[in-house]
């Protein structure tokens, strides 16, 4: 049925809200008087799938690959102050007493989702470190979900839990979170793009979502917050980036993050910054670093989880407070 749209039609619906289309009815009546309402609602379905994208009323676009996987633009273009703040989107969340399941390898869990967002959503699941709970790595969760991206946050079953163990509950987690997709009732039923998944980790869990990464090659991307892991490594292509302190006496980068970025191989995309003064919970929060942790943290996902290249300027940009800086991305 693509083959029968008109090319102008295309050309003034493409890129259109609801509002738009309707009015682009109801004024170019010399293409549209022969279509009927219908035929109208029947060619805005098949603009999204056969030419480009569509917006919806929020100003979302999601586009279509030819036979190809789908990768995800919304909004307007970005800017540096909107990929410092929160996103468009209001924010709910689900809990395990709401329905979400309650995996053996992980203790509490949280569920933030973009509520009015266009799925598919792409997705990440994050884990805290050393004898630290869920809620150290809370502020993470509406922010990214604020932006379009699905985000569960996670405890462990113990504090004490090393590495090894917290790559073991982000994987459990993933299982959880997919499995919403399939949920009856559950707001993300049929919604997530189950090919567009990242781990991610503060500390000890910065290290587990390296190792993660190790075992599951398919995933889209790994964001290592002040990761340990000492005198590792880490061959695996999923794309990197590390957030790190100058001053973090409990993972030095010099033997933890730098470590983890050289011992990563040069062909995966990875990026180390490096907050000048910054300590070990510098990375915490997306408004460490004076919104530089969350700028880079949500444009790395923009550009390899969901595949929205208009943000990878923001990664080729040295922030001002950076101690260290550096990428293999172009």
Known sequence: MCKLVDAREVHLIKGGSLKRVFSIFFSEQS?????????????????????????????????????????????????????????????????????????????????????????????????????????????????????????????????????????????????????????????????????????SGWSMGGGGAQLAAVEDPTLRAVIALCPWKPNAQFNHPVPLLILCGQNDWLAPSSYHGVIHYQNTPASTPKLIFEVAKGRHRVANSPLGGNGEVGRLAISWLKVFLEGDDRYRRFLLQKPKNASLFQSNLE
């Open 31 to 199: 293409i549209f008087n022969s279509l009927g309402l219908y035929r109208l609602v029947i060619l805005m379905l098949f603009v999204n799938g056969c030419e480009s994208p569509l917006a919806d009323s929020e100003g979302i676009l999601t586009s279509t690959l030819r036979g190809e996987q789908q990768n995800i633009i919304r909004g307007s273009e970005p800017t540096l102050e909107s990929t410092s703040q929160a996103g468009p989107f209001v924010v709910k969340v689900i809990s395990q007493e709401g329905g979400l399941r309650n995996g053996p390898e992980y203790g509490s869990a949280s569920l933030y989702y973009p509520a009015g967002a266009m799925p598919p959503w792409a997705s990440i699941v994050i884990v805290p470190g050393f004898i630290s709970s869920e809620s150290s790595i809370q502020d993470w969760g509406p922010f990214y979900a604020s932006h379009g991206i699905v985000t569960m946050t996670i405890g462990t079953n113990h504090p004490l839990e090393q590495p090894a163990n917290r790559a073991t509950a982000l994987l459990d987690a993933l299982v959880s979170l997919r499995a919403e997709h399939t949920r009856s009732g559950s707001p993300l039923e049929g919604r997530l793009a189950l090919d567009r998944v990242g781990v």
